[in-house]
């Protein structure tokens, strides 16, 4: 008798699991490469109510900023979608407003990880102005320097993600 109720509570645990993947599904995407001559792993995972992004360098996670994508009244959301035309076209969306959840331990850290999440989070409303989620950026970086070379290097491993 024990093992027909093993066998049931394996069979009711599978389907459970199935039921479970069916509701939520994940999608993951991820992408790897070499910036300012440190390994820099990127992985974007898309929930039902947020896009999280994380930047790790070294194993490391240290700064977690969170930018809300419904910020603007929706009448005039498409006034800061950029256009063909817009020479700031890499500006980041002037209604996006990042805040820190933690770390940013000096101010220039939470400057850079700001204009990180906020270029990212720009990216993703230009891809998909219907977008509405709150975007959860984490970053890990080893050197919160402000280095042009680095930060497009940054971002472009971002991008392929989302």
Known sequence: MPLLMASNNAH????FLMAMTALYPINTKQAAGIVDGLFTDVMVMSFA???MVTITQEGRL????????????PVHRDHYLPTDTDLNGLLP??????????GGSTNE???IGQLYATHIASAIATKDPQENRTVLVGLGLSHSKADREVFFDLL???MKCL
Not at 12 to 15: G, K, S, V
Not at 62 to 73: F, G, N, Y
Not at 93 to 102: E, G, I, R, S, V
């Open 62 to 73: 240290a700064q977690w900023i969170h930018v809300s994508l419904d910020s603007v009244d």
């Open 49 to 51: 109510d947020k896009i």
């Open 156 to 158: 472009e491993l971002a």
């Open 12 to 15: 009711l645990t599978d389907a």
């Open 109 to 111: 850290r939470e400057t």
């Open 93 to 102: 969306m002037p209604h996006l407003t990042p805040k820190t959840l933690l």
